[in-house]
């Protein structure tokens, strides 16, 4: 079997709604060649192999249906192409990227597959498919290979591609209400919505958080003044620019006092319970590395809260707690810290984590850490008295869930101190004793408001439940009745798509509506032709909803399009199909025949919300099986009025637009009203009116608005550009 081998000869990323599934996917053409003679049953301890190395393939139904069912394939006897398709699904979850979808297809040509699955992350499937490639050789040839590199190598090429936690979970509350969203770049920037209904965030920043908030909420003395200028309560203190100067600030607000940074974040510099001179001396000089300006506050006694206000509501809380070790003995500080507390599985380096790693060589602030423990007279490397108990960090993570314990009035001042600084989403660092008490009674202050606060301490608590931030943060955004939807039509067919898209788009002109069109002949911005190159493509689509002025869209989808890029765009309001050619073909996709191109051209129906409209050409009896497959309502059109479909569907109520006596006609059920009369013109056909109007018709667009359209309508560039 040495020299049998499988070669990818192509990959197309369909990155959108495509004839597989309505999730983006990865198709991957594989040439099996002389394997095809060898399905699994016949190549000796291929099974027992690919199963050692993939234990967790039993939990693959298959096609059979039940738990184990891959594993009864591969007994039976499978093909190379199959097999890739479920090792490339299980590389991509052992990685942490869930792919539960997957198909393998023969294709016209011998030995040739279409090997199928999802890819939320193209990187890191387009590396799972070349290592499932790998690893079935591997199998197949009696080789080593190494599973867990692998899936490192996949885990970290994931890792570096994934939206962070804090996003991901809003993007997910998203979806969940079925608003659609688009990644804008490689990091956080994501646009929740199309067009003019869009929204757009960045991790927890939204288009509504002002640069001006931001400024201020970086500038802690601004914000404490702010603050203090309301009634809410703060720790008095002031700017220094010298150790002398932070000693005297000390000494006259009183000790113990905090020193830390005037504008920097996370914590770092910032050291707390500072008792004497030498102690504010050595804070003072950390907080400088991090801020030209320093700040000596009064220490406020108690833990570090994070409250989280979005939309001025509180939404979550977390407590910090100190990070302390008890000696053995034996152990030095550094062994007590890795033993006690970073062998904590809650602590870790990745943001998965709720807890952080205290390593103190390579940690992000150490200089915190060693100044605590110099404070208490020690190093890393002293060996303390047994049983004695050495605090390691005073602020530490907060990440131990308070939300249900606050009381009323703490969160009515945390969601007053977001107002005063003018963020939508804000964290509110306050430190008090009892966080169900009042600030008032127990000396407690808020010190520090956040723009963009992290979400990961609600999310993953290191003790108490999640909380649905993201789900707050979308609420936030869109109202209730909001989805963040413009009206969409796609249109696809074999003929006539072009002026069908272009007439529609000239309808919604009338209607009032800001119209984006993505077309053959070009792309347009409410009439106005901004792109002269073919634009029936993902790209030009994409452009077509990342405009904040669009506030309807019009695209015409090619069959090549669909078979190689995808949809751009989830679902639509109407889906039109013109018609399919009974000579279509695409073979260089291997679609050979009329009966292939009509599941490409079913991916436009398949689309279509449950709340909106396909439109079918009823004289098409492979367009008009679409109707059943539909998941909203069906508008047909065909030229007579007597074509079989449209009777039957008029009969039970539904619509159709058609001819009758010379006039194209709505038809509801056994109600009809006159558009206009029946003109065939050389750039606009009679079926290419009908779809059209029974498309404007399911938008809403009036009668009048529908025939005066139709008088208007020149298919010309000098028409559009007007």
């Not at 299980?90 to 990685?95: D, P, R």
């Not at 070349?130 to 590199?149: E, H, N, S, T």
């Not at 958080?209 to 809410?232: H, N, P, R, W, Y």
């Not at 952080?356 to 490397?381: H, S």
Request: glycine share 8%; aromatic share 4%.
């Amino acid at each position: 079997m040495n020299n049998k081998t499988i070669d990818i000869i192509d990959v197309l990323s369909l990155r959108g709604p495509n004839i597989w599934t309505y999730r983006p996917v990865l198709e991957a053409w594989v040439d099996i060649g002389e394997l095809e003679d060898f399905p699994s049953n016949t190549i000796p301890g291929f099974y027992e192999r690919l199963t050692a190395w993939l234990p967790s393939l039993v939990e693959h139904h298959c096609g059979v249906g039940v738990h184990g069912g891959f594993l009864m394939r591969l007994r039976e006897g499978t093909w190379p192409g199959h097999i890739m398709e479920h090792v490339m699904i299980e590389l991509q979850n052992l990685a942490g990227m869930q792919s539960g979808f997957g198909k393998a297809r023969e294709t016209s040509k011998r030995g040739v597959y279409k090997v199928v699955v999802r890819a939320r992350h193209e990187e890191v499937s387009r590396a799972a498919l070349v290592a499932a490639r790998d690893l079935v050789m591997a199998a197949i040839q009696d080789k080593p290979f190494d599973v867990k590199a692998t899936v490192d190598n996949l885990r970290e090429i994931l890792e570096s591609v994934a939206l962070g936690p804090s996003t991901g979970c809003i993007v997910d509350a998203a979806t969940d209400r079925r608003i659609p969203s688009m990644r804008l770049n490689e990091g956080n920037l994501v646009q929740l919505g199309y067009g003019a209904r869009q929204r757009r965030i960045w991790t927890a920043e939204t288009d509504q958080t002002s640069a001006i908030a931001e400024t201020i909420s970086s500038d802690k003395e601004l914000t404490k003044t702010l603050l203090q200028s309301c009634g809410v309560p703060v720790p008095e203190g002031r700017i220094v620019n010298s150790v002398a100067d932070a000693w005297d600030a000390a000494e006259s607000i009183g000790l113990p006092v905090v020193v830390k940074p005037l504008d920097g974040n996370h914590g770092r510099g910032v050291s707390t319970n500072l008792n004497n001179q030498k102690d504010i001396e050595a804070a003072f000089l950390l907080a400088e590395q991090e801020s030209s300006d320093v700040i000596v506050e009064r220490f406020v006694r108690g833990n570090e809260h994070r409250l989280l206000i979005i939309g001025g509501r509180l939404v979550a809380a977390a407590r910090g707690e100190e990070a302390s070790i008890v000696s053995d003995g034996v152990s030095t500080i550094s062994e007590l810290i890795n033993s006690q507390l970073n062998s904590d599985p809650r602590r870790g380096s990745s943001e998965d984590c709720p807890l952080n790693l205290i390593l103190i060589d390579e940690a992000d602030d150490p200089r915190v850490v060693l100044l605590e423990l110099a404070r208490q007279g020690y190093t890393t490397e002293s060996i303390p008295t047994a049983g004695e108990t050495i605090l390691v960090q005073r602020n530490g993570n907060v990440a131990f869930d308070v939300t249900d314990q606050v009381h009323p009035s703490v969160a009515a001042a945390a969601s007053l101190a977001a107002r005063i600084v003018g963020l939508d989403i804000a964290g509110v660092d306050l430190v008090a004793e009892d966080i169900s008490r009042p600030l008032e009674e127990q000396g407690g202050a808020i010190v520090e408001v956040n723009a963009g606060p992290g979400l990961l301490m609600h999310l993953k608590p290191a003790d108490g439940p999640a909380r649905p931030v993201g789900r707050a943060i979308v609420d936030h955004l869109f109202a209730e009745d909001q989805n963040g939807r413009i009206p969409i039509v796609g249109v696809t067919g074999s003929n006539g798509t072009t002026v069908v898209s272009r007439l529609i788009a000239w309808l919604l002109h009338l209607q009032g509506k800001y119209v984006g069109l993505a077309c053959r002949d070009g792309l347009f911005l409410h009439q106005r032709h901004v792109q002269q190159k073919k634009s029936d493509n993902w790209h030009a689509t994409r452009q077509v909803l990342l405009n904040r002025m669009v506030e309807a869209a019009v695209f015409e989808n090619s069959s090549k399009a669909i078979l190689s890029e995808g949809l751009a765009y989830d679902w639509c309001q109407v889906g039109v199909v013109t018609n399919i050619d009974p000579d279509d073909k695409l073979p260089e996709f291997y679609i050979e025949d009329a009966d292939q191109m009509t599941k490409v051209a079913r991916t436009q129906v398949d689309i279509v919300l449950p709340d909106g409209v396909a439109v079918l050409n009823a004289a098409d009896a492979r367009v008009a099986e679409f109707a059943a497959l539909c998941d909203g309502s069906v508008i047909f059109f065909a030229a007579a009025a007597s074509t079989p479909v449209i009777v039957a569907h008029q009969a039970e109520g539904g619509r159709s637009v058609h001819v009758r006596d010379g006039n194209i006609v709505l038809a509801s059920g056994k109600e009809e009203v006159v558009v206009s009369a029946a003109q065939e013109r050389a750039d606009l056909s009679i079926e290419n009116s009908l779809a059209a109007i029974a498309a404007a018709w399911a938008l809403g667009i009036s009668p009048d608005l529908m025939r005066a359209g139709i008088e208007t309508f020149e298919s010309t560039d000098a028409n559009v550009t007007a």
